[in-house]
């Protein structure tokens, strides 16, 4: 699904209309950030997160469906120390968050703790994974991911 801006939701597999590809159609991973109104600007109904050397994000990454993945998953925490390798090409993080449906298994192999790396970023972070079965109810959301991410956020 794309915005008229150019941003928008994308699933990495969804490339043709042959029958094996029917399966790769629908999204199996979502991410969204959240940061300080102060570090991000609306223009023209997009949002435009620049790089900047104290950007620091909460990032909420849910995995629904995977090759090894026996339930549904919810990743919550922090990135900070985000560098851009490619001020060139890439303006604005939000260019950069295909890379969690992409490069996602790399990305939470090492959780609690990420250092991630690639040609065009690279940032540390700081997560906590939950099954999304347990979350069921606002209080469940809020004991089991919005406080947690809070504070991972604030440590």
């Known amino acids: ?7 928008g939701v994308t699933t990495r597999t969804s490339t043709g209309l042959e029958p094996s590809n029917v399966e ?16 991000t ?15 620091k994000l909460i990032l909420v990454h849910i995995e629904l469906t995977g090759k090894d993945l026996h ?17 060139e090409k890439i303006s604005k993080f939000e260019q950069l968050m295909s890379d969690f449906a992409y490069q ?6 090492t959780i609690p703790d990420v250092t991630f790396e690639d040609a065009y970023w690279s940032f540390r972070g700081t997560f906590m994974k939950k099954s999304l079965y347990s979350i069921n109810n606002s209080d469940d959301l809020m004991k089991n991911l919005v406080r947690p991410v809070l504070d991972l956020y604030r440590g």
């Open 1 to 7: 699904m794309q915005t008229p801006a150019g941003d």
């Open 24 to 39: 790769m159609w629908f999204p199996k991973t979502f991410t969204v950030f959240f940061c300080p109104r102060v570090m």
């Open 41 to 55: 600007q609306t223009k023209g109904g997009v949002t435009v997160t620049a790089f900047r050397e104290d950007l």
């Open 71 to 87: 339930e549904p998953i919810v990743f919550g925490g922090r990135i900070m120390d985000i560098k851009c390798k490619r001020p």
């Open 104 to 109: 996602g298994a790399k990305i939470f192999s």
